[in-house]
């Protein structure tokens, strides 16, 4: 087989994957033993492509190489039903009619199916790292190598994860089908806080080398957009997809030559995308014309777009920003909110209004947190209080775990000094 072929069938498989394991993961009930078929069908493509050529419609293909798979190993089980034997005759037919008949019947319920593995991958009986873990490679279709490198883990610590997670998931009896109602909207959550864990980490990269993992970006993005065409009508999905669209705008400027990072306010701003930010900005007004506002994910996006607005740093409203964080506080609570908070009212209103929301929050709920000293050294930078401010960029590039962030945060502290150091009499 040609590399080129190879490619242009491990690409195809890339694209129908998630939505394959969908369908099998309702026929047999079991998440692992779907991507083991979905698997199947690929080897079986790999093998059968290169001689009778790539089939007119290769999902439809795939699906049916798969689901007669499937079927034999629910016949030698003694699990076939005589629904799945007639299902089974009509996979038999091998035509090119015959599949894209089977793809138009499947596409009533094709997004109902992709949406339920979404749901039961992001479960919240699983753990956070567990969900983003499952995430990534039943959605998003990365290798576990990929997965391993984008979090700076070990093949055999994300391999074991996706393991765990399947087994619990298999333990626990779980219907495959999309929950409704409350159920539905309490699922939503988790849903869309793991593929916001999966931005973050991508954004701001939490240890390495690297300030920022693109891939990961760009995949919760991927994933943010295929949730909103199976979920077009909620407002914090296209929430969440505003938020990720807009703040992945700024990736290109938030580094310098030199790698280290470069503060939101003294970032080139013609570096943003502005497509992204037009993506992110339409998916907000959807979001606001649905009645989400004041959704957490619609709240921190219209965050972004006040950033994303302003074409000077100067121009911005911080004034606004600071009434959205009171809003996010409402809805959202939490001290990361609050910490935020205070960074908006700094720049709105001094670094002294900053410092006084800084001393409300429980400073044990964020004891081992990196940008709790960092924003107070920022504060105290600004308020002329450099002695102080350089005690906690030290101590904040103590605790950060991340080598660029360190390194910059090091050197905001030497510049305290040496600004102090020319200002002594």
Not at 122 to 129: D, K, N, Y
Not at 190 to 208: D, H, M, P, Q, R
Not at 316 to 344: K, Q
């Amino acid at each position: 087989m040609t590399t080129d072929l190879h490619r242009t069938i491990e690409t195809i498989f890339r694209i129908e994957r998630a939505r394959l394991i969908a369908g099998l993961a309702r026929m047999v009930r079991d998440v692992g033993l779907a991507e083991e078929l979905a698997q199947d069908a690929f080897v079986t493509a790999l093998s059968e492509w290169p001689r009778i050529g790539i089939p007119v419609n290769p999902g439809a293909w795939l699906n049916a190489a798969a689901r007669r798979r499937a079927i034999d190993l629910l016949r030698r089980n003694r699990m076939l039903a005589r629904k799945h034997a007639e299902i089974g005759r009509d996979l038999m037919e091998e035509d090119e009619a015959g599949y894209e008949a089977m793809e138009a019947a499947m596409d009533d319920d094709v997004g109902d199916e992709l949406l339920g593995l979404i749901f039961i991958a992001c479960h919240s009986i699983l753990s956070p790292e567990a969900r983003v873990a499952l995430t990534l490679r039943l959605i998003g279709g990365l290798t576990t190598e990929e997965i391993a490198r984008a979090y700076l883990a070990s093949e055999a610590t994300i391999a074991q994860r996706i393991v765990r997670a399947k087994r619990a998931l298999g333990k626990a009896g779980l219907s495959f089908e999309l929950p409704r109602g409350r159920e539905r909207q309490e699922r939503l959550s988790s849903v869309l806080a793991v593929i916001y864990l999966i931005f973050n980490e991508g954004y701001s990269a939490t240890s390495g080398a690297d300030l920022t993992r693109p891939i990961l970006c760009a995949e919760a993005q991927r994933l943010a957009r295929i949730l909103v065409g199976l979920a077009p009508d909620e407002p914090e999905v296209l929430g969440l997809l505003a938020l990720v669209e807009i703040q992945a705008s700024r990736l290109a400027a938030r580094i310098g030559p030199d790698g280290m990072p470069i503060p939101l306010t003294e970032q080139n701003r013609a570096r943003w995308d502005r497509l992204l930010i037009r993506r992110g900005l339409a998916a907000l007004d959807r979001a606001q014309a649905l009645g989400g506002a004041l959704g957490p994910y619609a709240l921190q996006a219209a965050l972004a777009a006040c950033h994303a607005r302003a074409n000077r740093a100067e121009d911005t409203d911080w004034a606004r920003i600071a009434g959205l964080y009171d809003e996010l506080r409402r809805v959202m609570p939490s001290p990361v909110v609050g910490l935020n908070r205070a960074v908006a009212y700094s720049m709105a209103f001094g670094p002294e209004a900053g410092l006084k929301l800084l001393d409300e929050i429980d400073p044990s709920a964020l004891a081992h947190y990196a940008p709790l000293p960092a924003a107070r050294g920022d504060f105290l930078f600004r308020a002329g209080r450099l002695p102080e401010a350089a005690i906690q960029f030290e101590r904040a590039a103590s605790l950060s775990r991340n080598e660029r962030e360190k390194v910059y945060l090091l050197g905001r502290a030497g510049l305290c000094s040496q600004t102090t150091g020319r200002s002594a009499p």
